[in-house]
């Protein structure tokens, strides 16, 4: 679960703003909260929804954590010697482009010391080129975890050099692979392919992380490699076909089959006695068939969804449905999250202010992010939708 993400100088963020999930101790006993892993004292969200209006920066903090993990994970394999990291833009002032962009993220996670869930910090600074369009190189990089009380280093990287915990990491700071670390590439992604044993357990840890945002760009199709996904999980097609006989009326089952191009799938439909392709189902269908993979896995399997634009196509009633699925300790027995963002504030009916953060743009065109429970005097009552569409809460767009 992610305790706290703090972001500066990226795309639309241009000072840094803080997402602090951890729950007040004064807010109810929810189930919806649950105690942090590795901080029983701890209570967090499942569910972390972000409204705003058009272009006002909600996408860019899901950005951030799929854009970060990513390069964790894969940077090694992403660019070569002389690419730019392009998926890190600074913010769009030129005074911007010639300073580094800053992640910070605290989450728990089963790394190192026997597989106990432990809290842990990745920091990520970015040298910027005097260029809108990407970043050049890793100015500092730095990995902590906290197996009790204090923190303690696993690796932490100033530019090209490294400083290693033998004790944490499994590495001494001599070891011929660190030179392998390119200034565009992460630590991790690096070393988990001069099989380091340490660094490929976390990346296989933050391959969980589910996103419909790759890069710059969002990324949903009912092509191949989806479909692929389903005939490789016989679970994951026959959990599917149950929501589906619930959501989509007259829907039986959704069927695999190899074709002359391939994979395609098929539906059945009660009183048809033919089939329907893919193309054929409404959009609705279609975009819940993308995104169910994403939340099944990490409901069975812990993790975080971050999902852009979750109520895209999909019916009013079956998002607050989604939405109980991380809620419900049952169903979401690891305490999985999911973070998303959306338009429909009818949805705010279905959640806690805690769960709730806004982004909207100050005079000078930077996003500010804050939590619904950051508003003085905001109480918690069912009518936080009205007051949203009423302008009370802010992050609403300035019509007529």
């Known amino acids: 679960m992610i305790h706290e993400v703090r972001i500066e100088n990226f795309f639309s963020i241009r000072d840094e703003q803080v997402l602090d999930l951890r729950v007040p101790g004064n807010a109810p006993k929810l189930d919806r909260f649950r105690p942090a892993p590795s901080r029983p004292s701890t209570r967090l969200p499942t569910v972390v929804a972000l409204y705003g209006p058009n272009a006002s920066g909600k996408s860019t903090v899901l950005r951030t954590l799929s854009a970060t993990i990513d390069f964790a994970l894969n940077s090694f394999d992403s660019f070569s010697e002389d690419d730019e990291i392009y998926y890190f833009q600074p913010f769009g002032w030129q005074s911007s482009q010639l300073k580094p962009t800053k992640i910070w993220l605290e989450f728990d996670a089963p790394w190192l010391d ?110 191949k490699q989806l479909l692929q996904a389903y005939k490789e999980d016989d679970g994951l097609l026959e959990e599917l076909n149950r929501e589906l006989r619930r959501f989509d009326v007259g829907l039986e089952s959704m069927s695999l089959a190899e074709g002359n191009n391939g994979l395609f799938a098929y539906f059945a439909h009660t009183g048809l006695d033919g089939y329907l392709l893919m193309p054929d189902e409404s959009r609705g269908t279609q975009r819940f068939i993308e995104i169910f993979p994403r939340l099944h896995y990490v409901l069975k399997f812990g993790g975080i969804a971050v999902i852009d634009e979750l109520d895209t196509d999909l019916h009013p009633l079956l998002i607050p449905e989604l939405l109980r699925w991380f809620q419900d300790p049952i169903r979401n027995p690891k305490s999985a999250q999911l973070w998303f963002t959306a338009h429909n504030a009818s949805l705010m009916n279905e959640l806690e202010k805690e769960e709730i953060f806004f982004t909207e743009k100050d005079a000078s065109g930077g996003t500010q992010v804050y939590g619904a429970r950051d508003i003085e005097g905001l109480r918690r009552e069912p009518s936080l939708e009205k007051k949203y569409l009423g302008g009370v809460l802010g992050a609403v767009p300035h019509i007529g």
């Open 114 to 223: 026997k597989g106990q869930l432990k809290l842990f910090q990745y920091e990520l600074h970015l040298n910027n080129i005097g260029s809108p369009f990407g970043s050049k190189d890793v100015l500092y990089e730095a990995l902590r975890f906290s197996p009790e009380g204090k923190m303690r280093r696993v690796f932490e990287r100033k530019g090209q050099k490294f400083t290693v915990s033998k004790k944490n990491f499994g590495l001494l700071e001599k070891d011929m692979r660190l030179q392998a670390i390119r200034p565009n590439a992460s630590v991790v992604s690096t070393l988990a392919k001069f099989n380091h044993r340490e660094s490929a357990d976390i990346r296989a840890g933050l391959a969980r992380v589910q996103s419909n945002i790759q890069g710059l760009f969002k990324v949903e199709s009912a092509g």
